[in-house]
């Protein structure tokens, strides 16, 4: 069973920085890419960032464009460097691992981890 395991979450103020990690345990994973998506309360899971194990081409939706990068080592760990952080940014982030369809839809991918608290106040 594929399991992706958050970490690195945590508060931040305004303009500032984290970095999150992703480890895939168990099989390896079906298909070529892991992807982030976060959940702030009371809104919609929404696409943040996806990267191939095979060809290290990322691909970023609205939230992170200009400011977070997503990257990956040939370990099964995958990175999301989060930079100039809003408090728009305050949300639950969850990586998760891709099966098949549009990278951006949250229903292509079958394994998630639990999640890892990211808050950015003012």
């Known amino acids: 069973q594929v399991q992706p395991v958050e970490s690195g979450g945590g508060s931040v103020q305004a303009g500032g920085s984290l970095g999150l990690s992703c480890v895939i345990s168990?099989?390896?994973?079906?298909?070529?890419?892991v992807g982030w998506f976060r959940q702030a309360p009371g809104k919609e899971r929404e696409f943040v960032a996806a990267i191939s194990w095979i060809y290290d081409s990322p691909v970023y939706g609205d939230p992170a464009r200009g400011r977070f990068t997503i990257a990956r080592d040939n370990a099964k760990t995958v990175y999301l460097q989060m930079n100039r952080l809003e408090v728009e940014d305050t949300a639950i982030y969850y990586c998760?691992?891709?099966?098949?369809?549009?990278?951006?839809?949250?229903?292509?991918?079958?394994?998630w981890g639990r999640g890892t608290q990211v808050t950015v106040s003012s």
């Open positions: 998760a691992s891709y099966r098949d369809g549009d990278l951006r839809d949250r229903a292509s991918y079958p394994y």
């Open positions: 168990g099989g390896a994973p079906s298909t070529s890419f």
